[in-house]
């Protein structure tokens, strides 16, 4: 069983940055993608970034790809969502899921093994 750990969450104000972590423990034998996703208040959940399980691919969403990025330990134990120039719409409880179909990696409904999520609040 695929178990994911997210931390580094917390309250900053806006234009500041932060770096996400979740740990990745279990068998990934059979997962595309570690995958983080956001869900704000009323919101649906929304994928974010995502990095192959080889970590030979990763990808940003438009909305904040000149902001955020993605990466791993070398051990692929562990996989970061670095958050730079936060702004307040960047508020929401973040979460990393394990799936994903291969070529479509932010899809919501292909992640089946979540973590419980750690919360990130931007202040203006």
């Known amino acids: 069983q695929v178990q994911l750990v997210e931390s580094g969450g917390g309250s900053v104000q806006a234009g500041g940055s932060l770096r996400l972590t979740c740990a990745v423990s279990?068998?990934?034998?059979?997962?595309?993608?570690i995958t983080w996703f956001r869900q704000a208040p009323g919101k649906e959940r929304e994928g974010v970034a995502a990095i192959s399980a080889r970590g030979t691919w990763s990808g940003v969403r438009d909305s904040v790809k000149d902001r955020f990025s993605i990466s791993r330990n070398n051990a692929r134990t562990l996989v970061f969502l670095d958050m730079n120039n936060l702004k307040p719409e960047d508020t929401a409880m973040y979460y990393c899921?394990?799936?994903?179909?291969?070529?479509?990696?932010?899809?919501?409904?292909?992640?089946?093994?979540w973590g419980h999520g750690t919360q990130v609040t931007v202040s203006s």
């Open positions: 899921g394990a799936g994903g179909v291969d070529g479509e990696s932010l899809r919501v409904s292909d992640y089946k093994i």
């Open positions: 279990g068998y990934t034998r059979n997962v595309n993608y």
